[in-house]
């Protein structure tokens, strides 16, 4: 399974990012897709993920009232739509790939089978 992640930029505090998630190669019907963010000199953190069928919605409590993460059926894509953005949320955004629903597993990010590169989102005051 590949991971191509989309849509990071530059904006101003307030502002919104759509990103979007996009898997090829083989099948990831049955699989939860998720989103994951590293600013520099931090961890690692969870962010939000979803089935690929766009059940399942989870997103990080601290963020919750701010993105939303879901399947673009359109586009089979899985998207993460970031409103209100604060400067805090800066960090390269990565999305990944595993078939377990299991949320201790991915909130720690820990034995994911797939990961895509990262795309940056910087967030301006």
């Known amino acids: 399974v590949q991971l191509q992640a989309s849509g990071g930029g530059s904006v101003q505090a307030g502002g919104s990012l759509r990103l979007s998630c996009a898997a090829s190669?083989?099948?990831?019907?049955?699989?939860?897709l998720g989103w994951f963010r590293q600013a520099p000199g931090k961890e690692q953190q969870f962010v939000a993920s979803v089935s690929w069928s766009g059940g399942g919605p989870y997103v990080r409590d601290s963020l919750k009232d701010r993105f939303t993460i879901g399947r673009d059926s359109a586009k089979n894509t899985v998207f993460l739509q970031m409103d209100s953005l604060k400067p805090e949320d800066t960090a390269n955004y990565r999305c990944?790939?595993?078939?377990?629903?299991?949320?201790?597993?991915?909130?720690?990010?820990?034995?994911?089978?797939?990961w895509g590169r990262g795309t940056q989102v910087t967030v301006s005051s």
């Open positions: 990944a790939a595993d078939p377990s629903p299991d949320r201790r597993k991915w909130y720690q990010g820990d034995d994911l089978a797939y």
């Open positions: 190669g083989r099948t990831v019907s049955g699989y939860r």
